[in-house]
Each structure stands twice: as structure tokens, then as C-alpha cells.
């Protein structure tokens, strides 16, 4: 039963994004014709090889609430294939965050475009502070240690300090290749 259905799945998105499709607003139930042209762009795509090859620091960040893709498998993903290549790079998976890294709770839908006006007006309103908690910290702290002497950043903090949970230092997740990939 589980293959039939995957089979119908296949079959279905061959016909609404495969080579010959055409965008029809009503078999798409709402999605935009940009979104759509996105996906059938995009749905085969396949980093892997380039990854594999990478070896500049990385930074890999995810919102762990994120509806757009799977966080947790796509953040494992990353790395293995990143390996240890580099010493500098990360993969960070940042708690109650959507795929934009802003607060799961007020904000977390595929699209802007499908924020109800309260969302949009919230979002207006906070500002910076529509990110989830740590998220820019996380960021930030990660392009200091890029630009700054080792062992020195701007926030006075070694960057994998801002990704060590406990208290109020809580930020992040961080999965370095040598851990084993758990949340």
C-alpha cells in the first residue's frame, strides 16, 4: 500500500512538474505560479557531489521548525558530507526557528505571502527581534570568527560558546562531524 501511494505521489508530481507541465492555478490548490516555477527548477536538484568536494568553512544553519524542508535530516546530511575539512565549519539547528530562522510560533508558514495580516503587523513591529532567540547571535558570532585573529571575535566569545545549551546561553544545536547525530 505504502509503494502504491508513493507511486501515485511520483506520478502525480511528474505531471504537475515534470518537463512537459504547465502551471494551472486550479490543480495547484493556491500555489503561486513563482512557487511552482521554484519547485520545478529546483526538485531534482542535487548537491551532494559539490558538497562532498567543499572544502572553504561553512557555516549550515537550519530553523528547526522549518516547513519547508526536513531540518534534522537535511542538517545530518550536511554533516557527513561536509565532513571535517574544515575546522571552522558548522551546522547549527536552531530551536523553535521556521526556515527563515525567525519564532516558529508567530511566523512559521511555507511563504510570506501566506502570513495573515496579524504576522505581517507583528512582524513590522519586532523588527529584529521577530528572529528566533540566538538565531543572528548564532550567525553573527560565526562571521566574526571568519573575519577575526583566531580565538578572538567581537562579541568576546569563542563562537562555540554561542551554540552550547544551558541557561541563558541556550542557542543552538551544533552537530560537528565527530558527534553522532541526535536530538
Avoid at 508567530?106 to 519586532?126: C, D, T
Avoid at 577575526?148 to 552537530?175: A, D, F, W
Amino acid at each position: 500500500a505504502v509503494d502504491a501511494a508513493m507511486a501515485d505521489v511520483a506520478t502525480d508530481n511528474a505531471r504537475l512538474f515534470g518537463p512537459d507541465a504547465q502551471y494551472d492555478a486550479g490543480a495547484l490548490d493556491g500555489l503561486s505560479e513563482a512557487r511552482w516555477h521554484f519547485i520545478r527548477r529546483n526538485r531534482n536538484s542535487n548537491a551532494t557531489a559539490a558538497l562532498g568536494a567543499w572544502t572553504l568553512p561553512t557555516l549550515a544553519v537550519w530553523g528547526a521548525e522549518d516547513l519547508n524542508v526536513d531540518p534534522r535530516a537535511n542538517s545530518a546530511k550536511y554533516a557527513v558530507l561536509l565532513g571535517e575539512r574544515h575546522p571552522e565549519s558548522r551546522i547549527m539547528l536552531i530551536p523553535e526557528a521556521t526556515h527563515g530562522l525567525l519564532k516558529a510560533g508567530p511566523y512559521n508558514h511555507q511563504l510570506v505571502e501566506n502570513w495573515p495580516l496579524s504576522a505581517k503587523i507583528r512582524f513590522l513591529w519586532e523588527g529584529r527581534h521577530a528572529f528566533a532567540p540566538g538565531a543572528l547571535t548564532a550567525l553573527t558570532g560565526w562571521i566574526d570568527a571568519q573575519l577575526s585573529p583566531p580565538g578572538v571575535t567581537r562579541h568576546n566569545k569563542p563562537v562555540r560558546s554561542l551554540c552550547k545549551r544551558g541557561g541563558s546561553s541556550h542557542i543552538c544545536r551544533e552537530i560537528t562531524p565527530k558527534q553522532e547525530y541526535a536530538l
